[in-house]
C-alpha cells in the first residue's frame, strides 16, 4: 500500500460509516444478477481475517455473489495448498507470498484483495526484552517453519544481522504452549493467538507483552509505513472463469463487512467464534490488533512486491523465481 493509502484498520467512526454506505451501494444491484446455483465455497485461516469472512457469511452479505455460501476454517498452510491444487477451494484467504509462488508456477491463482495490513507479534514475559536487538541469541517459538510469518522474520533478521535460535513449532498454539511454560524467551504469534497468550498469562500471573510489533519493524525497512501485507482473499483459475464477473461485488462485500467488524468488533467476534472455535469475549479484544482492511491487491501492489522481494532476497523460489506480473492483481 501507498505510504499516502487510507488504511482501514485506521478508520475513523465516519469513514467507517461512509463506507458501510458505499458497500451497501455496490451491493444493492438488481436481482436479475443473481446466480442461481452458484456455489461459493470461502476458505480462511484460523485469524484475523476469518472474522470478515464469517461476518459476511452470517449476515448474508454475498447473496450477491452466491445463494449458496459456505466457511470453512483451515488449520495449516500444507491443508490450504491441497485444497487449491485440488480444486476443492474456490476462494480463500491466503498469505500473500504463497499467492504469488502459487500464481508464477502457473496455478492460477491472483490476489483479490489484501484482508490484513500485518498481525504478527513477537510475544514475551511483561518487563522482558522489548526489541529485535534485545532478543538476540535468545530461543524464539516459531510456527509453520518455511511459511510466511517465518520468512517474515527472517527477513528482518538478516537485515538487521542479527541472529536468534528459532524453535520450531507446529502450530501457534504450540509455540503459545511453550512460551508460556517457559521453554522459550518469546514467541512468534499471529492475532488472534497473541492476545490468547496475553490472556491466560495474565491468569497464570506470568503478563505476557507484546514485546515486537512486526509491522513497525517491517515499515522501518520499506519506508511504506507500518505494513505487512500478510495475506488476502485469492481466487482460483476455476472460479474465475465461471464467476469472474462477480469478484467486484464480492471486493464490496468485503469492504463492508470489514467496516461493520471494526465498528463493532462485538458482532465481529460473535459471527467468528464458531467457525473459529475461540470466545467471542477473546476475539473481540483481538480484533484491534488485527489491522483488518479490505484493499484491492492492485492498490497494495508497491507493499506486496516490497516485501516479496525482502522474502525472498535469499531465496527467488519461494516466488517462484520472480515478482507477479500484472495478471495476479484480480483487482
Excluded at 451501494?25 to 442461481?36: H, M
Excluded at 459456505?70 to 499467492?99: F, K
Aim: hydrophobic fraction near 50%.
Amino acid at each position: 500500500m501507498h505510504a499516502n493509502s487510507r488504511s482501514l484498520s485506521q478508520l475513523t467512526r465516519r469513514s467507517a460509516l461512509g463506507l458501510l454506505g458505499a458497500g451497501a451501494a455496490a451491493l444493492a444491484l438488481p436481482s436479475a444478477t443473481r446466480a442461481a446455483g452458484v456455489r461459493l465455497a470461502l476458505y480462511g485461516p484460523p485469524a484475523g481475517p476469518t472474522v470478515t469472512l464469517a461476518y459476511a457469511v452470517a449476515n448474508q452479505m454475498l447473496a450477491e455473489v452466491a445463494d449458496d455460501v459456505t466457511l470453512t476454517v483451515w488449520r495449516n498452510p500444507d491443508e490450504l495448498r491441497a485444497g487449491l491444487t485440488s480444486g476443492a477451494i474456490d476462494l480463500s484467504v491466503v498469505p500473500a507470498q504463497a499467492a504469488a509462488n502459487l500464481y508464477n508456477r502457473g496455478m492460477g491463482l491472483r490476489l483479490v484483495n489484501v484482508m490484513t495490513n500485518g498481525l504478527l507479534y513477537i510475544m514475551a514475559p511483561e518487563g522482558g526484552p522489548s526489541s529485535l536487538a534485545a532478543l538476540a541469541g535468545q530461543r524464539i517459538a516459531v510456527p509453520f517453519v518455511n511459511d510466511t510469518p517465518d520468512l517474515i522474520l527472517r527477513a528482518l533478521l538478516e537485515h538487521h544481522k542479527l541472529q536468534m535460535e528459532l524453535v520450531p513449532a507446529g502450530n501457534p498454539t504450540e509455540a503459545a504452549q511453550m512460551l508460556l511454560a517457559g521453554r522459550v524467551a518469546a514467541a512468534l504469534l499471529s492475532e488472534p493467538v497473541a492476545t490468547v497468550v496475553q490472556i491466560r498469562g495474565g491468569e497464570a500471573g506470568k503478563p505476557m507483552a507484546r514485546a515486537v510489533d512486526i509491522q513497525r519493524e517491517w515499515g522501518g525497512i520499506t519506508g511504506l509505513g507500518p505494513v505487512v501485507p500478510q495475506a488476502g482473499l485469492a481466487v482460483t483459475r476455476g472460479f474465475t472463469e465461471r464467476h469472474g464477473d462477480r469478484l467486484p461485488q464480492l471486493q464490496a462485500a468485503m469492504v463492508a463487512a470489514t467496516a461493520k467488524v471494526l465498528a463493532d468488533p462485538a458482532a465481529g467476534a460473535k459471527a467468528a467464534a464458531g467457525p473459529l472455535e475461540q470466545p467471542a469475549p477473546m476475539l473481540a479484544r483481538s480484533i484491534p490488533h488485527c489491522n483488518l482492511t479490505a484493499t484491492p491487491a492492485s492498490e497494495t501492489r508497491p507493499a506486496l512486491e516490497a516485501m516479496f522481494q525482502l522474502m525472498a532476497k535469499a531465496d527467488p523460489a519461494l516466488l517462484g523465481g520472480k515478482l507477479p506480473d500484472d495478471g495476479f492483481y484480480a483487482l
